[in-house]
C-alpha cells in the first residue's frame, strides 16, 4: 500500500502536539508539515478513531500561530469570497475538485471508511467551510494542490516560512499527555 508521504512522529512530537492543542493529541500516524525549526505544524490523523469514531479530518493544524492567523483571516468572513470565487471562476473550482481528489487518495491510503467516503473537509469540493482544514491540506500537500488553501495562507499574518513557536516546555504547555482526544 502506498502511503501519504508523511514524516514519522516521536513521543516528544505527540508531547508538543498535545501542548500546541492545550490538549492529548489522538490518532496521529505521521507529521504532515513541519515549522522551519522543526515542530509540528500540521498532523495527519486517522480516519477512524482508536474509538471507531469515524474522522474525516486527515490533515489538522496543529501550529498555534498558524491556528490564530488562519482564525483572524476567517473572522474577516473571507470565505464568504472563497464562496464567491468558486462560484465564478472555472478554474479555481476545477483545481479545488482536484484538491478534494487527492485528499481523499491520501487519506484512502490509511484506511477505507465506508461513513465518510467521498467526504473531504474544510468544504471540499463545492464550498468553503473550514479555512484551518483547507491551509493544512495546503501546507501537507505543497503549494498548487489546494488553490483556497494557498489563498488562505498567502493572506494569512502567519508564514511557513517564518518561525515563532513558542516554548511549550513552560507552563502553560507543560505537562500535557497523549491519550484521549483527536488531534
Known sequence: MTRPPFDPFTPADI?????????????????AARCVCGAPTVVATAP??????PFPTLYYLCHPAATAAIS???????????????????DVRAAYERAHESFLFDRDQLG??????GISSGGMPTRVKCLHALAAHSLAAGPGVNPIGDLALERATWSP??????????EPFAGATPGSAPA
Open 15 to 31: 508531547d508538543l502536539v498535545s501542548s500546541q492543542l492545550g490538549r492529548p493529541a489522538r490518532n496521529v500516524v505521521g507529521i
Open 48 to 53: 477512524r478513531l482508536a474509538d471507531g469514531t
Open 72 to 90: 483572524s483571516l476567517e473572522a474577516t468572513q473571507v470565505m464568504n469570497e472563497y464562496n464567491d470565487l468558486l462560484a465564478v471562476d472555472d
Open 112 to 117: 477505507s471508511v465506508p461513513e465518510i467516503a
Open 161 to 170: 516560512t517564518v518561525c515563532v513557536c513558542l516554548d511549550y516546555s513552560a
